[in-house]
């Protein structure tokens, strides 16, 4: 590779100076100097590239050294870049760089393609490649099935380690991650496993049977991926086995595979938080449009319930001018104070912590918390109104206002998501409507309330 390459790709990857260079390149059609940069990447940076790049420079790139990238880089593009990968570099390609990925990245990758890209594909793939790609298709999407790594180490009980240990490096893996040996009695059923550093510092006569662990976490192929990734998380785990409704083995789950599914779950709830589908740059105006504007659609109409509840208090507001420059004031703290509890019931829901006996002890904790800031808040607003307008009744007015919406949005951002998780929709999606409706209504309703009682 020439110095100056050599130079810019630096141990940190896909630095600025190296997009730069390489878009530079790409302008004087220096395939050489391309690929000089790009190669020598790992497959991460090489996708990173690919995915930053617009869709024109994304496709010349693709053309100039598609061929030559490392297969494992197709793994890491984003879902519409891997489509515009295969539309450039066609089927036949496609199907000679799957077979160099793990069984799993194959599925995944494969999954994504269209019927008769798929099916294309598989028939240019080897038969035995083709298989791993069918089984793991059977399966349904985004369960431990489907995102299992079919390749394992599986051994008898009466082994001893030197026979282990040999037949682990007879084996021909090489991109695939293992980090413990399977043992499995006659029906293929996994009782015990042994992680790789201690096999390697056990008595070579030693049956495998003895240095086994058999407090084992198997995983149900049929299980939903999410709940894999809390399995992980609860049990810290870096490997695990899945299995049949038989309890046969079928293949493996690794930590890898584990960080990609907490990512993208991540991901899809902070979205739904702030109502956007998605978070590609490269989405078009239409898509973005579509995608927001059924989001802005619904807080219109709860905007529109909200300014109803206003309507009914108009002859409040006629008669004083401050209550209406102060009653955004409470509702904007009740809807922030409800979306920090949402936040966290809705974290609590997805890791499987708000269980039916922890959500009254949860709401109440939560409504203690949110009747404290409420005193506390509705004091510093009584302050400034007396200062501002020099009129102790509104200041009253508003702190016991905001006392009640504080209090009424904590116990809101507990039971809105749970309730809604409990009727089988996503909280992540919804609860941020109906909570800024509620707060407020309640913050507009109890502030005009009271002053109209009071006041008026």
Known sequence: MPDEAQQLVSDFGLTPKVEDAI????KEQNTPKITSLIMPMHPSDQAQILNRTSHSQCEELLRLVGEKLDPEAITFLDEEVRQQAFDVLGSDIYARLLPSLDSDDMAHIAAELKPDDLEHVLEAMPLENRVEVKQALSYPDETAGRMMQREKIAVPPFWDVRQTIDYVRSLSFDKEDFYSVIIT??????????????????????KISEIMEIDMHLIPAMIDQEDVANLFRRYAMVS????????????????????HIIDEEAEEDLMALAGVSDSSLRLSIVQMFKGRSRWLLANL???IIASMVIGIFDSTLNQLIAL????????????NAGTQTVTVAVRAIALNGLTPKLIWRFAL??????????????ALSA????????DIYIAAVIAVAMIINLTVAALS??????????????????????????????GFFVFLGLAAWFLI
């Open 413 to 442: 951002g507990v039971l809105i998501p749970y309730g809604l998780h409990r009727m089988g929709i996503d909280p992540a999606i919804s609860s941020t409507v109906f909570l800024t409706t509620l707060t407020d209504i309640v």
């Open 365 to 378: 904790k939560e409504v203690v918390v949110g009747f404290f800031n409420g005193i506390i808040f509705a």
């Open 301 to 303: 109409g709860t905007a």
């Open 324 to 335: 209406a420059i102060l009653m955004p004031i409470v509702a904007s703290m009740g809807g």
């Open 240 to 259: 695990a086995c899945v299995v049949d409704e038989d309890g046969m083995l079928l293949g493996i789950i690794t930590i890898d595979d584990v960080v």
């Open 23 to 26: 878009l530079t390149a790409l």
């Open 185 to 206: 009695d006659p029906n293929y059923h996994p009782i015990g496993e042994v992680r790789f550093d201690k096999l390697i510092r056990a008595d070579l006569n030693k």
């Open 383 to 390: 302050i400034i109104v007396i200062i501002w307008f020099a």
